[in-house]
Structures are given as structure tokens and as C-alpha cells.
Antibody
Framework: EVQLVESGGGLGQPGGSLRLSCAASGFSASDHHMDWVRQAPGKGLEWVGR??????????EYAASVKGRFTISRDDSKNSLYLQMNSLKTEDTAVYYCVRVEGSTRIDCWGQGTLVTVSS | DIQLTQSPSFLSASVGDRVTITCRASQGISSYLAWYQQKPRKAPKLLIYVASTLQSGVPSRFSGSGSGTEFTLTISSLQPEDFATYYCQQLNSFPITFGQGTRLEIK
């Protein structure tokens, strides 16, 4: 069964850091582009960033709202990806989803999400 | 950035109704559009991709159409489990963007 499980959410301080993890199972994450998508409380979906697959050298793209503050990385040995979140802002408060991209045309698998709250 | 505007933002309908949700892109995106359904406190679920391809396991009452800048999601006969929020997403270019969502409620 294809599955994504996020962890690492919680309370972060403005200006602080948090690291989210996403463990993939049932498939090889290195074969797929993988994204992070977030959803602020009561709001819509916002794309955060992408790490392309191994064939595309794991290159990354980011939304303007997080570029320079957030970094996506992978560990193939653990079939996992990560979202390092620095210089946190209150507007980063959201549920963060790790997602699998299929064929660059759709998100076909979503994790359950992990809540990040940025507050002093 | 490509903006996606969904209409309506809120829709009240009855079981058995046919409903259509529109997604308009601020510039052409070919057919690189997907539709998702989200229920409260759950992750979204893929319904349609490349504008009109039904994801495996999704009921055939869901259909999608369009290309370029205008797209539609149609539910031919609403079932109780269809009351949810629907989002379109463009994957034509970065940054990837979503529509603001259409909340479908029971009349």
C-alpha cells in the first residue's frame, strides 16, 4: 500500500525553526517528484515546494512565500523527505501535507498532514 | 504566477442534482489541470487529472472538461458523500497554484 506519514509538527516560535519529516512506504520515493502542500486553518490549499525525482537530480522549486526560508531534502536510504523551516512566521501556521506527484500531472497520494503552529 | 479562480465559491444543492464548478486560469495552462475533493479534517483526494481523465476508483458521475483557460468539473447526480470542498490545481508551470475552493453543501 502506498503511504506517506508526516511527523515533526508542533509549536514553533516566530523566527525559530522546525523540521518536518515524511516517511514513504509502498513505493520508492526517489522515482517520484515529491511536494509539500500546506493549508492554513479554515483556508485553501497552498503549494510550498517540490523536490524532483532522482532522474532529475532532486532539483527543487519553492513558492515565493517560503523561498530562502524553507529547504526540501531527501534521504533515499530511509525513503524519506524533509522540510526544514527556518525564520518561521505566524503566517506559516498550517497543516503541512507531504504528497507524491505522478507524471507531473497530478498529486495522487497525500499524507495525513502535520500541524505547525507558529506563535509566541 | 498563474491565478485560478473557481466559481461559485459556495454551492447549495440537493441529492440527485447535477452540478458544475468552473475553474478559470489567468493564462493558458494547456490541459495541466487537476481536481481534488476534500472533506473536513481529511487530506484532499484526487478526482480528475489532465482536465478530463478520471482517477482510478473515482465514480463515473464525476467528469471534467476544458483546456487552455477554462475548465469544468461536473457531478452528474449528487450523492450524500459528495458534499465537500472542491479545488482545482494547475501543474503547467511553477509556482503550482490552486483555486480558492468551492464548498458544496446540502440544500
Amino acid at each position: 500500500e502506498v503511504q506517506l506519514v508526516e511527523s515533526g509538527g508542533g509549536l514553533g516560535q516566530p523566527g525559530g525553526s522546525l523540521r518536518l519529516s515524511c516517511a514513504a512506504s509502498g513505493f520508492s520515493a526517489s522515482d517520484h517528484h515529491m511536494d509539500w502542500v500546506r493549508q492554513a486553518p479554515g483556508k485553501g490549499l497552498e503549494w510550498v515546494g517540490r523536490t524532483r525525482n532522482k532522474a532529475n537530480s532532486y532539483t527543487t522549486e519553492y513558492a515565493a512565500s517560503v523561498k530562502g526560508r524553507f529547504t526540501i531534502s531527501r534521504d533515499d536510504s530511509k525513503n524519506s523527505l524533509y522540510l526544514q523551516m527556518n525564520s518561521l512566521k505566524t503566517e506559516d501556521t498550517a497543516v503541512y501535507y507531504c504528497v507524491r506527484v505522478e507524471g507531473s500531472t497530478r498529486i495522487d497520494c497525500w499524507g495525513q498532514g502535520t500541524l505547525v503552529t507558529v506563535s509566541s | 504566477d498563474i491565478q485560478l479562480t473557481q466559481s461559485p465559491s459556495f454551492l447549495s444543492a440537493s441529492v440527485g442534482d447535477r452540478v458544475t464548478i468552473t475553474c478559470r486560469a489567468s493564462q493558458g495552462i494547456s490541459s495541466y489541470l487537476a481536481w481534488y475533493q476534500q472533506k473536513p479534517r481529511k487530506a484532499p483526494k484526487l478526482l480528475i487529472y489532465v482536465a478530463s481523465t478520471l482517477q482510478s476508483g473515482v465514480p463515473s458521475r464525476f467528469s471534467g472538461s476544458g483546456s487552455g483557460t477554462e475548465f469544468t468539473l461536473t457531478i452528474s447526480s449528487l450523492q450524500p458523500e459528495d458534499f465537500a470542498t472542491y479545488y482545482c490545481q494547475q501543474l503547467n508551470s511553477f509556482p503550482i497554484t490552486f483555486g480558492q475552493g468551492t464548498r458544496l453543501e446540502i440544500k
